[in-house]
């Protein structure tokens, strides 16, 4: 799912759930933790996104974010090789955002 977090417990409260679906991860969601503190959350936001892909050879940027409606858009850029692998892989986006630009913004879409 698709989200946009405003404060540290909101941060915390993500990263205990996935440590409650993915408890064979714990040292890496730990590490995580400790990537963005109160003060990150004074002036800024995260947005976690995550896309599927057909293939880890297919390439994906953000290309653009847009905001309509109380909803922030991500808009993934898709490069496909003539050549690939068939593997399905999920990629995760995290894109930091000035606070004051989303907080207005309940729900985020991943395009693509």
């Known amino acids: ?7 540290k417990a909101e941060y915390d409260a993500y990263l205990d759930n996935l440590y409650a679906m ?4 714990k040292e890496s969601i730990e590490k995580w933790k400790g990537l963005y503190d109160e003060a990150f959350f004074e002036e800024s936001a995260l947005i976690l996104t995550r896309t599927f892909s ?9 290309d653009n974010l ?6 922030v858009y991500v ?3 898709t490069e496909i090789p ?6 399905v892989v999920m990629r995760y986006f995290t894109i930091q955002v000035p ?4 907080a207005n913004v309940d729900e ?3 395009v693509s």
């Open 1 to 7: 799912e698709d989200v946009i977090i405003k404060t």
């Open 22 to 25: 993915y408890d064979y991860q």
């Open 54 to 62: 057909g293939s880890s050879s297919v390439r994906l940027k953000v």
């Open 66 to 71: 847009y905001i309509s409606d109380n909803t």
């Open 75 to 77: 808009v993934i850029e």
């Open 82 to 87: 003539t050549v690939g692998t068939e593997d």
């Open 99 to 102: 606070k004051s630009e989303v």
């Open 108 to 110: 985020v879409i991943t």
